[in-house]
């Protein structure tokens, strides 16, 4: 018996033995636990009376009435067999493996987090800080008023430079005989009180930044758009004007509360994250350690 003992003791100094030894005591607890059979975890399905009613309320929702006993039974058979392929998916990963699924519990989660509580209301100076700090979404923005000649490529082609050089040369002959000089375009000829994005719209984003460094008062050009050459003549700038808290209040309001809302919700994602070692492997494309 000794002999025996010592020939055990020897071998469990064995890594293999080790690891088998390991596994045993696993295997032995997860029968205990589980009454022998891991196939019986989670093998129990309570239908609640609250599940019951819901499953009436839905039938009657869509019928009109209420079911009698067997389209009652039949409803509960079908919320059976859901519940029981819900809990086979998740025995076999398939909500780790499912890119869809996966989509689907991360937009349920954010709902979770998203309805985590009313933010209080903002107060007045808090709206008016917000205002401060964004003046230019809520303001006037800067205008110009211009005039101009514009200058078909399309109907032009290849002789558009000319073409634009012939028309610079009567407008200095004649600088306000501008009326019908050129080519029709879709706004005008007189362009009164335009904006940044009214003139990045309407001609291009060349167009107005060109527009913004054109001499007042006198024809200048040509700017060139998508469209064709543009000679200009600015008329007026009107500078911007900041707006006044109780001019936009409302629009304040619901900035400042979403803002709030977003940055709770990053706040609770971070609280999240943290409960994870977050760690990079090696390979190509992954975070540049930092």
Known sequence: MTRLWGRLRTGLREPLARFLLLGLAIFAADRLLTGGDAASRGSRIVVTASQQDALRAAFLAEHGRAPDAAELRARLDRWLDEEVLYREALALGLDR???IVRRQLTQKMRFLIEDGGVPPEPAPAELQAWLDRYPERYGKPRTVSFDQVFLSRGRHGAGLAQAAAQAAVRLGQAPDDFVGLGDPFLVGQV???ADAGQL???FGADFAAALEQAPDGRWSGPLASSFGLHLVRVTARGAFRPARLEEVLERVRQDYRL????RRNRAALDRLRARYRI???SGA???EAG
Do not use: L, T
């Not at 803002?259 to 977003?262: I, L, N, P, V, Y």
């Open 259 to 262: 803002a709030q809302r977003e």
């Open 279 to 281: 760690e990079f492997g």
């Open 191 to 193: 362009v009164s009180q």
């Open 97 to 99: 493996r499912d890119a």
């Open 285 to 287: 494309g992954g975070p």
């Open 200 to 202: 990045r719209r309407d």
